[in-house]
């Protein structure tokens, strides 16, 4: 397997943290109970999944080695709660020690001064930058301002059941490479006497923007604000995706956890979606494979996710020097092999690359051959969680349930238009 260093590589988990009870100031403390010297750590987080269970056994072996008395103690709850209770928290002094978010929240944290600068995190830990990815890290910098240590990084790849391909008698060992191929599959491997599905199409904004950019769309230009979503070439990928939708290959009103828990039950043949669910299909069983994002006529692309952990504003130092040997920890090639090995999370340490079980690992190989596609969905960027939420969210809902794509395109381009000219 040989890996190199991607441009556009990061990764898309909307990915934060939940109140720990007893532990929810922001400031390390102590213990009374046992040693003075125990400094307890709360850590919010929305890892649900196997990969939840994963992060809580890393942590509580860190709890259990390190030298300096450190605890972590870890809460998860879902992603709104979180969203809608860290503000109050910073405002008031009882935000966690540090939270695990989405790559994503980073700009929009910052614009509302909710973080701590950590430039000095490299520097203090004696970690080597250099040692990581360079366009992985980049997407924790706002400027030139550190304000999150990667965690992890990742794509989107298209999961496929092998079972329902023979089955549809298509060939289990060749998935679609292009648009037109998916489409055909899709097709094939929906039955609507026997509830199966062929195609995963979610409404969520990260699961459908790959399509556009197949083609030779997008959205908005990052670099000038410029609006590019009102295009020809837009409302024809839209409207493929529409008449796809209407063919019945995919369930009406789908979000994208539904669609991991349909093609897991075996009633969807093929999605889009990030590592996560290796494990989960993996435990069930199930025959399935992974390749890269199908290719429409302009190339094949798939959206870039991720997270880092971050420190809220308002932590004193001996809390930040705290978590900062947590997260030096983190880096470490052990902990990125077990993460990665358990979880199917590409690699994206240099020195790891050069490990023998990393190279010989077939998933690994998988995930990071689709790796080499991936391209910034607006992360980091001053309007994305606007534009996500207020602009193409709302119209591919309408889109993929029949209404007038051109009139949806011009009306969400119009709400773009509003958005950034703020």
């Given at each position: 397997?040989?890996?190199?260093?991607?441009?556009?590589?990061?990764?898309?988990?909307?990915?934060?943290?939940?109140?720990?009870?007893?532990?929810?100031?922001?400031?390390?403390?102590?213990?009374?109970?046992?040693?003075?010297?125990?400094?307890?750590?709360?850590?919010?987080?929305?890892?649900?999944?196997?990969?939840?269970?994963?992060?809580?056994?890393?942590?509580?072996?860190?709890?259990?080695?390190?030298?300096?008395?450190?605890?972590?103690?870890?809460?998860?709850?879902?992603?709104?709660?979180?969203?809608?209770?860290?503000?109050?928290?910073?405002?008031?002094?009882?935000?966690?020690?540090?939270?695990?978010?989405?790559?994503?929240?980073?700009?929009?944290?910052?614009?509302?001064?909710?973080?701590?600068?950590?430039?000095?995190?490299?520097?203090?830990?004696?970690?080597?930058?250099?040692?990581?990815?360079?366009?992985?890290?980049?997407?924790?910098?706002?400027?030139?301002?550190?304000?999150?240590?990667?965690?992890?990084?990742?794509?989107?790849?298209?999961?496929?059941?092998?079972?329902?391909?023979?089955?549809?008698?298509?060939?289990?060992?060749a998935p679609p490479s292009t648009f037109a191929e998916l489409e055909e599959c899709a097709?094939?491997?929906?039955?609507?006497?026997?509830?199966?599905?062929?195609?995963?199409?979610?409404?969520?904004?990260?699961?459908?923007?790959?399509?556009?950019?197949?083609?030779?769309?997008?959205?908005?230009?990052?670099?000038?604000?410029?609006?590019?979503?009102?295009?020809?070439?837009?409302?024809?990928?839209?409207?493929?995706?529409?008449?796809?939708?209407?063919?019945?290959?995919?369930?009406?009103?789908?979000?994208?956890?539904?669609?991991?828990?349909?093609?897991?039950?075996?009633?969807?043949?093929?999605?889009?979606?990030?590592?996560?669910?290796?494990?989960?299909?993996?435990?069930?069983?199930?025959?399935?494979?992974?390749?890269?994002?199908?290719?429409?006529?302009?190339?094949?692309?798939?959206?870039?996710?991720?997270?880092?952990?971050?420190?809220?504003?308002?932590?004193?130092?001996?809390?930040?020097?705290?978590?900062?040997?947590?997260?030096?920890?983190?880096?470490?090639?052990?902990?990125?092999?077990?993460?990665?090995?358990?979880?199917?999370?590409?690699?994206?340490?240099?020195?790891?690359?050069?490990?023998?079980?990393?190279?010989?690992?077939?998933?690994?190989?998988?995930?990071?051959?689709?790796?080499?596609?991936?391209?910034?969905?607006?992360?980091?960027?001053?309007?994305?969680?606007?534009?996500?939420?207020?602009?193409?969210?709302?119209?591919?809902?309408?889109?993929?349930?029949?209404?007038?794509?051109?009139?949806?395109?011009?009306?969400?381009?119009?709400?773009?238009?509003?958005?950034?000219?703020?």
């Open positions: 397997m040989k890996f190199k260093k991607i441009g556009s590589i990061l990764l898309a988990s909307a990915m934060v943290c939940s109140l720990f009870a007893g532990c929810s100031k922001q400031e390390a403390k102590k213990d009374e109970s046992k040693n003075t010297d125990e400094t307890k750590l709360s850590l919010w987080t929305v890892f649900t999944g196997s990969d939840g269970d994963v992060l809580k056994e890393i942590i509580k072996d860190y709890n259990e080695t390190n030298k300096d008395g450190i605890t972590v103690e870890v809460d998860i709850m879902d992603n709104d709660t979180l969203q809608s209770k860290l503000p109050a928290a910073i405002s008031t002094g009882t935000a966690p020690s540090f939270v695990l978010v989405g790559i994503e929240y980073i700009q929009e944290y910052v614009n509302n001064d909710s973080l701590e600068d950590i430039s000095d995190f490299w520097d203090t830990t004696g970690t080597n930058e250099d040692n990581y990815y360079e366009n992985v890290v980049a997407k924790s910098y706002v400027g030139d301002k550190l304000y999150g240590v990667p965690m992890q990084y990742n794509l989107q790849y298209l999961y496929y059941n092998k079972d329902m391909f023979s089955d549809a008698g298509l060939n289990p060992d097709k094939a491997l929906t039955s609507a006497d026997e509830g199966k599905y062929g195609l995963a199409i979610p409404s969520d904004f990260g699961y459908y923007v790959q399509y556009l950019w197949g083609n030779g769309g997008d959205v908005i230009n990052t670099a000038t604000n410029e609006n590019l979503l009102n295009s020809d070439t837009n409302v024809e990928t839209l409207t493929w995706l529409q008449e796809l939708k209407k063919a019945g290959v995919s369930p009406d009103g789908l979000t994208s956890a539904e669609a991991d828990t349909m093609f897991q039950s075996g009633q969807i043949g093929m999605c889009l979606a990030g590592p996560w669910n290796i494990n989960v299909l993996n435990d069930l069983g199930m025959n399935y494979g992974i390749a890269a994002m199908p290719s429409g006529s302009e190339g094949a692309y798939s959206a870039e996710g991720g997270c880092s952990y971050m420190i809220p504003k308002g932590a004193d130092d001996a809390s930040k020097k705290a978590v900062y040997k947590f997260m030096s920890y983190w880096l470490t090639d052990d902990v990125l092999k077990e993460w990665s090995v358990r979880n199917g999370f590409p690699v994206w340490s240099y020195s790891l690359l050069e490990d023998e079980d990393i190279k010989s690992n077939e998933i690994l190989n998988s995930v990071s051959e689709a790796s080499s596609i991936g391209r910034d969905w607006h992360l980091g960027y001053e309007y994305g969680t606007q534009i996500d939420n207020d602009v193409m969210k709302p119209m591919m809902e309408n889109i993929l349930m029949g209404a007038d794509v051109k009139t949806e395109v011009q009306d969400a381009a119009g709400r773009l238009d509003e958005i950034v000219s703020k």
